[in-house]
């Protein structure tokens, strides 16, 4: 008995013109035309030929369909995941092109793109809005690429918050939201926005917070702005009012 890739292979003897003469069977039923298929389009872009019995066999097509499969990852060839997929038609969507063939068959390729794609992108107005925040906060230079480039300017935004404390505002809140769920609050919440706000984050759900009066005339100005009527919830739970606030900002940036 051998395996292949999680595929248990059987084979076994019978005899054939008495005891002296063995014949190999396999148990294998033939492969499907799907999986056939599969098998002769790897062999072409290899430039191999089907292995002997591959046709027949549903066990040799599918052990060189795993032996192919390993090399092309191996060689970065395989096909893109699809995070990396639904990522790359994202930057394109932005950007306005289309994803290139060769980028949505191969993950190398995929990778490249998106690479490529990330360090041409110019930061969004919000992007600079929280960089700009950061550095001023932390008495810090920013760099020229930070506002030119896209990744650049997120790598920034990334390390600035692990050094940058929360606000006041966020620093409350975690604390309400710990003394809430009689929890003793993490220390680098208080020391680290980027902390505080995946604290938040993942606590804030399991309990109503009302939101400040200064929350609630700010989005009351964008809701005028934008001639149209806060959600009910929005002036009873904090997070409701968050997201309707971050759903009028990005309408605002895309218009």
């Known amino acids: 008995m051998s395996s292949s890739f999680g595929r248990v292979q059987v084979r076994c ?29 790897l062999a072409q872009e290899a430039d191999f030929d089907l292995p002997g019995g591959a046709e027949d066999d549903s066990g040799i097509c599918g052990e060189f369909i795993d032996e192919r499969l390993e090399e ?23 950007a306005g092109v289309e994803v290139p063939a060769d980028a949505r068959a191969r ?4 990778s490249d793109f998106i690479n490529g794609m990330l360090a041409v992108r ?7 809005n929280q960089v700009k925040f950061l550095t001023k ?4 230079e920013l760099p020229w690429e930070a506002l030119t480039r896209k990744d650049v300017c997120l790598r920034w935004i990334e390390v600035l918050e692990d050094f940058t404390p929360p606000t006041q505002l966020m620093a409350d809140l975690a604390q309400r939201l ?3 769920m009689s929890m003793r609050l993490p220390e680098e919440v208080l020391q680290s926005r980027r902390s505080c706000e995946v604290f938040i984050n ?37 997070k409701a009012l968050t997201d309707f606030i971050s759903r009028q900002k990005e309408a605002d940036v895309d218009g």
């Open 202 to 238: 993942e606590h804030e759900g399991g309990i109503v917070v009302e939101p400040t009066v200064k929350q609630v005339q700010f989005a009351e100005t964008l809701a005028r702005a934008a001639g149209v009527s806060m959600p009910g919830e929005a002036y009873a739970c904090r």
């Open 137 to 140: 906060r932390l008495g810090v």
């Open 178 to 180: 710990a003394e809430a």
């Open 122 to 128: 110019t930061p969004s107005k919000k992007d600079l």
């Open 107 to 110: 993950r190398d390729r995929c």
């Open 72 to 94: 092309q990852n191996a060689r970065g060839l395989s096909p893109p995941t699809d995070k990396q997929n639904a990522f790359a038609e994202t930057l394109a969507k932005d």
């Open 13 to 41: 003897c019978r005899f054939r013109d008495g005891p002296s003469q063995l014949e190999a069977v396999s148990t294998f039923p033939p492969p499907s035309e799907k999986q056939l298929d599969f098998a002769r389009r």
